[in-house]
């Protein structure tokens, strides 16, 4: 039996899944916690890295490897291979004004059309900037900039801080892949080159970034073992590989926050920023929508309602569509999609007659489902069309959620099984790196919720989400 492995390195954790390469059939896992914050010491990802691989049973009888991870975090690096400062995470918003100074000094619609996006406190280049004007003394450090997918690849093989690595800091070593550059603010997807110029104006001075792997290209091998090593991805790109997403397939992810993207063949330009035109780690694009409440709308309604996830979901099965007038705006911790950052949730339309608990349960997933639809419309409205979203994360397997889903959406819904798609993402880099070939693994579909828009739904939460904006 051969095996590859992939790795998820997200905020919170680091995860090992070791697969057939042949079936794709999970044969060994491993699992290790990252420490909390928006900042952090790249090295605690090292040692859960390590950690996680020892648990999984070690890298000595594995063909390949490859490393999905956290997109955006700004590993920045010393000519001595070390890190200059904690890498500031996606989720740091320190970042806020540098990216309003870099749109002031560039425009929406240039940055758009060079590089994708328009800046936002998550991606590297604002991150960059922050550290100029901040810490200019950490910034004239900075002689390499890498992503953490990026770090623990180039760690894996040797490299890393002069005297503690096998091979040392030979910074021209980084790699990355299309996906997870795309994401940095200073890459052109178009030309799929650096864009040199914004980088120079995000960081105050050139500095070595790693070179750009296509998909299944071989970064190199594990450092002592003939053990192929993957070009790596973003989370949302690995992702769309373990789910075996092509184009017209949208993915909903409904985490802590929410994600939609779509594979597409286009590449995805929007000057409002409400897409961020990321591109894919099969060689296409992944138009991206974030929201930042998903999951946790559901926990603060199960908290008032003093009830669980499953009941929560039956209380809402005995509400009919629309929940009885009841409309929520789930803004609880401001939200990104729209740019509302110092936003708060509303719950309206409440009467004597509707103030029900079923009501209240309905309008929780309805209005958590109703803004992820939001950002499907944004992507859909440029043309592209999607033949099914892919309904993932821990909150997809309600089935109050599945059945609402197939109202909200306008798209034939179909739930997998649970599973660590971003790990099986990266196994799928692997496997395409030691053979040559993208596998072909199945997925399994647990659920596909018969299509039942019910286009009041969307119509009651457009009037009621219009009211932040007027």
């Given amino acids: 039996m051969t095996l590859v492995v992939g790795v998820d390195s997200s905020t919170q954790s680091c995860k090992v899944v070791i697969r057939d390469l042949d079936t794709g059939a999970v044969v060994r896992t491993g699992r290790a916690s990252h420490p909390d914050g928006t900042s952090v010491d790249p090295e605690r990802w090292w040692d859960a890295l390590q950690t996680a691989l020892a648990e999984a049973g070690g890298l000595a009888d594995v063909a390949a490897i490859s490393v999905g991870g956290q997109q955006h975090g700004m590993v920045a690096l010393d000519a001595a291979g070390a890190v200059v400062r904690d890498a500031l995470l996606w989720n740091d918003t320190r970042s806020a004004g540098a990216a309003a100074s870099l749109i002031e000094e560039f425009g929406a619609d240039a940055l758009a059309e060079r590089t994708g996006l328009v800046p936002v406190a998550s991606f590297t280049s604002t991150k960059l900037r922050w550290l100029r004007d901040a810490e200019p003394e950490n910034a004239a450090r900075v002689a390499a900039v890498a992503l953490p997918h990026d770090w623990l690849t180039w760690r894996l093989r040797g490299y890393g801080p002069e005297g503690e690595s096998p091979l040392g800091p030979v910074l021209e070593e980084l790699t990355t892949d299309r996906s997870d550059v795309s994401g940095t603010g200073y890459w052109n997807p178009a030309t799929g080159e650096y864009d040199r110029d914004l980088l120079v104006a995000a960081l105050g001075h050139d500095a070595v970034v790693p070179r750009v792997l296509g998909p299944g290209e071989r970064a190199g091998s594990v450092h002592g073992l003939e053990c192929v090593v993957g070009p790596g991805a973003g989370d949302n790109a690995a992702a769309a590989l373990g789910l075996g997403a092509t184009v017209g397939d949208v993915v909903v992810s409904l985490g802590t926050s929410g994600t939609v993207f779509a594979v597409t063949e286009q590449g995805f330009r929007d000057a409002t920023g409400i897409v961020a035109g990321f591109a894919s780690a099969s060689g296409e694009h992944l138009p991206l929508v974030c929201t930042l409440n998903a999951s946790r709308v559901l926990d603060a309604f199960a908290r008032v309602l003093a009830v669980g996830y499953d009941e929560l979901g039956t209380l809402a099965l005995e509400a009919e569509p629309g929940a009885g007038g009841l409309t929520l705006v789930p803004y609880f911790e401001g939200e990104r999609t729209p740019n509302l950052p110092d936003a708060t949730a509303t719950l309206s339309g409440m009467t004597l007659a509707n103030t029900s608990r079923a009501n209240m349960a309905r309008a929780a997933i309805e209005g958590m489902l109703a803004a992820q639809a939001v950002g499907l419309e944004a992507i ?41 798609y971003v790990a099986a993402g990266a196994a799928v880099q692997a496997a395409w790196a030691l053979t040559g070939s993208r596998p072909e693994w199945p997925l399994a579909v647990v659920a596909s919720p018969a299509k039942d828009t019910r286009p009041e739904i969307m119509a009651a939460y457009a009037v009621a989400a219009g009211a932040y904006l007027s």
């Fill in 380 to 420: 859909l409205s440029a043309g592209v069309v999607a033949k099914r979203a892919l309904l993932v994360g821990g909150s997809a397997q309600n089935a109050a959620v599945q059945a609402i889903a197939a109202q909200v959406f306008d798209v034939p819904v179909e739930v997998p099984e649970p599973g660590e």
